[in-house]
């Protein structure tokens, strides 16, 4: 069984302040992708990044960056400088390479609200 | 642009009356996915499909029929909706999946949702 949980359920912080969303799984596959996605007040899911588990290296992209740590089963993603557009809901997600139809695990979500 | 969409956006219905959602994607993916997002539930998978007239069960795939004759399109079928079954869908495609053919391309990206209400 597949298992992504996101401890912080919700998080608020000043404009400008940095801020780590923590992310954590569980998995038996020794192939497997990890994903985040946002998901702002008006619904939508927006794909954020994937990394796959042979892959360590970390990504920055922008204000975004995330840490992947194998060794201890984690994924966060840190935002540098956080905007008011940022407020959102945030998702870490799970994918086994031996998962039918490509079936996402979703961890339960983390509210990030970004106060001006 | 490259797109999921997905109708209609917004729907109110009765117990009982069978609707359908439709959801098109514009890039060619293989794999398609309907997702349901339910508070305190998170989002959970109701049926995929691989691929033309290949698909499957997910979690919850209970009240719920899907059908996929054209690569492009993956409609949602409630034959007798119920109460149980208001929640936010959304469908989503990806071009291959976590140990597919062809390669490992399992993002997937997502529709704007339909919002389903039965009453």
């Known amino acids: 069984a597949q298992k992504v949980t996101q401890a912080q359920t919700e998080i608020s912080v000043v404009e400008k302040e940095d801020v780590t969303l923590d992310c954590v799984y569980e998995t038996r596959d020794t192939t497997y992708y990890l994903f985040w996605y946002k998901q702002p007040p008006s619904g939508e899911l927006v794909f954020l990044i994937r990394r796959n588990s042979f892959d360590e290296q970390n990504e920055i992209s922008g204000r975004y960056s995330w840490n992947f740590q194998k060794s201890t089963s984690s994924f966060n993603f840190t935002i540098t400088a956080s905007q008011v557009v940022d407020s959102a809901v945030y998702f870490c997600?799970?994918?086994?390479?031996?998962?039918?139809?490509?079936?996402?695990?979703f961890g339960g979500g983390t509210r990030l609200m970004v106060k001006p | 642009e490259a797109q999921v969409t997905q109708n209609p956006r917004y729907l109110i219905t009765v117990t009982g009356k069978k609707l359908t959602v439709t959801c098109s994607q514009n890039?060619?993916?293989?794999?398609m996915s309907w997702y349901r997002q339910d508070p305190g539930l998170g989002l959970r998978q109701i049926y995929y499909s691989m691929n033309v007239e290949v698909t499957d069960k997910g979690d919850v795939p209970e009240g719920y029929k899907v059908s996929r004759k054209e690569k492009r399109n993956f409609p949602l079928i409630l034959e007798s909706p119920s109460p149980n079954q208001t929640s936010l869908y959304f469908c989503a495609s990806s071009l291959g999946g976590a140990g597919g053919r062809i390669g490992p391309r399992p993002e997937q990206f997502f529709g704007p949702g339909t919002r389903l209400t039965v009453l």
């Open positions: 997600a799970l994918s086994g390479i031996n998962n039918a139809g490509n079936m996402l695990t």
């Open positions: 890039m060619n993916h293989e794999y």
